[in-house]
C-alpha cells in the first residue's frame, strides 16, 4: 500500500509563493512519475504538474508554465511544488499522485494512488 500525504498549502495574497510537499510510504518511489491536480470548487480535477521518475523531465499546464516547478527527492521520498506569482485562479485543493508509469502522463487516469489533497487559497 502506497501513502501520500501532501503538505505546504494555506492562504496567501495574489504574487505570493507557496511550496506544496508530497511525502509518499514505500520504497518503490523512486520507480515512478508522480503528478499535482488540483480541483476548485464546482470543477472537475485538474492536471497542474508532473515528473518522470529521475526527475530529468517534467510537464506542466499552460496555465502554470513559468510560475509553478515540479521536482522530486527520491532520497526522501518527496515531491515538491514550487508554486511562485500565485493568482486568485490558482485556488483548489491540491493533490499528489503516483503514475502507474515511469513517464510523464497528464491523464489523471494513469495515476493511481492519491493524497489527501492540501487546500491553497490565493488572495486577490
Known amino acids: 500500500q502506497v501513502h501520500l500525504v501532501e503538505s505546504g498549502g494555506g492562504l496567501v495574497q495574489a504574487g505570493g509563493s507557496l511550496r506544496l510537499s508530497c511525502a509518499a510510504s514505500?520504497?518503490?518511489?523512486?520507480?515512478?512519475?508522480m503528478g499535482w491536480f488540483r480541483q476548485a470548487p464546482g470543477k472537475e480535477r485538474e492536471f497542474v504538474a508532473a515528473?518522470?521518475?529521475?526527475?530529468?523531465?517534467?510537464s506542466y499546464a499552460d496555465s502554470v508554465k513559468g510560475r509553478f516547478t515540479v521536482s522530486r527527492d527520491n532520497a526522501k521520498n518527496t515531491v515538491y511544488l514550487q508554486m511562485n506569482s500565485l493568482k486568485p485562479e490558482d485556488t483548489a485543493v491540491y493533490y499528489c499522485?503516483?503514475?502507474?508509469?515511469?513517464?510523464?502522463?497528464?491523464?489523471?487516469?494513469?495515476?493511481?494512488?492519491w493524497g489527501q489533497g492540501t487546500q491553497v487559497t490565493v488572495s486577490s
Open positions: 514505500g520504497r518503490t518511489f523512486s520507480f515512478y512519475a
Open positions: 515528473i518522470n521518475w529521475r526527475g530529468d523531465r517534467t
Open positions: 499522485a503516483r503514475c502507474r508509469g515511469v513517464t510523464v502522463t497528464t491523464n489523471l487516469h494513469e495515476y493511481d494512488y
